[in-house]
T-cell receptor, first 111, second 114 residues
Framework: QKEVEQNSGPLSVPEGAIASLNCTYSDRGSQSFFWYRQYSGKSPELIMSIYSNGDKEDGRFTAQLNKASQYVSLLIRDSQPSDSATYLCAVKSRRDDKIIFGKGTRLHILP | ETGVTQSPTHLIKTRGQQVTLRCSSQSGHNTVSWYQQALGQGPQFIFQYYREEENGRGNFPPRFSGLQFPNYSSELNVNALELDDSALYLC?????????????FGPGTRLLVL
């Protein structure tokens, strides 16, 4: 079982709609979870971090964490063409404090 | 802009050669982590340097080595290059060693091994 799993996509969402990105992780004791955005040819940029069960909102972005289900998601409201990118889920391993990334989900916002 | 810089931006090497990549951390940050990102993959942790000492290592062979300098800038050295070493190499700067949470990535160095 891979440590951090994401659907590779592409996920196509109409402009103005809600984009929903999902991630599952295998280390039940993980405490810290991150979402990064990566434009093609660029480096990852931190969007959100979340540490507790529930929702965390920042502007158009909402991160959701369910530790019992080992599931973390990112919702993007009012999707814009500029949101088209690869979204990387990252989890901090309890075992060794290393941050482990998923392969990313490619998101395409349709104008 | 994160304030993290990397050089060079692009590099072409041949199999068997050696390469050195450089990273300058964000002002005030004492920790640098290096990642390898192959095409279509997420970043893979290589190692981390905290206050000039290696502070954790991923599943990479010993031919991947590094240094951190007193000003907290860092180098990644790769010996005996293999074709599979072709990737985007990212450094991430942070404060506080392995307890740190927030990392700021540099623009990366794209390495092509022929």
């Amino acid at each position: 079982q891979k440590e951090v799993e994401q659907n590779s996509g592409p996920l196509s969402v109409p402009e103005g709609a809600i984009a929903s990105l999902n991630c599952t992780y295998s280390d039940r004791g993980s405490q810290s979870f991150f979402w990064y955005r990566q434009y093609s040819g660029k480096s990852p940029e931190l969007i959100m971090s979340i540490y507790s069960n529930g929702d965390k909102e920042d502007g158009r972005f909402t991160a959701q964490l369910n530790k019992a289900s080992q599931y973390v998601s990112l919702l993007i409201r009012d999707s814009q063409p500029s949101d088209s990118a690869t979204y990387l889920c990252a989890v901090k391993s309890r075992r060794d404090d290393k941050i482990i990334f998923g392969k990313g989900t490619r998101l395409h916002i349709l104008p | 802009e994160t304030g993290v810089t990397q050089s060079p931006t692009h590099l072409i090497k041949t199999r068997g050669q050696q390469v050195t990549l450089r990273c300058s951390s964000q002002s005030g940050h004492n920790t640098v982590s290096w990642y390898q990102q192959a095409l279509g993959q997420g970043p893979q942790f290589i190692f981390q340097y905290y206050r000039e000492e290696e502070n954790g290592r991923g599943n990479f062979p010993p031919r991947f080595s590094g240094l951190q300098f007193p000003n907290y800038s860092s180098e990644l050295n790769v010996n005996a290059l293999e074709l599979d070493d072709s990737a985007l190499y990212l450094c991430a700067s942070s404060l506080g060693g392995r307890s740190q949470e927030t990392q700021y990535f540099g623009p990366g160095t794209r390495l092509l091994v022929l």
